[in-house]
């Protein structure tokens, strides 16, 4: 992920992801209660969850919701 204004050369996708075209995972190293809180502290909408899902480390649950280019994300806690 690069930062706006961030010369980074010419170390990027190609061709380029548009906006709102990816969709990303990230683990929530809190519980899932504090992810709804964090979120809601940002007055960031949840599109979906909290919703039992199976990541790359067994049973979680994500919460899902949108960057402002559109782009899915998600945020899994693992117990």
Request: overall charge negative; hydrophobic content about 35%.
């Amino acid at each position: 992920m690069h930062g706006p204004g961030l010369d980074i050369g010419r170390l990027v996708a190609r061709p380029p992801v548009a906006p709102g075209g990816s969709d990303l995972c990230f683990v929530w190293s809190g519980t899932v209660e504090e992810v709804l809180a964090h979120l809601r502290r940002h007055h960031v909408e949840v599109e979906e969850g909290p919703v039992d899902r199976t990541g790359g480390r067994g049973q979680g649950v994500s919460v899902y919701f949108r960057d402002p280019d559109g782009s899915l994300l998600e945020l899994i806690t693992y117990q």
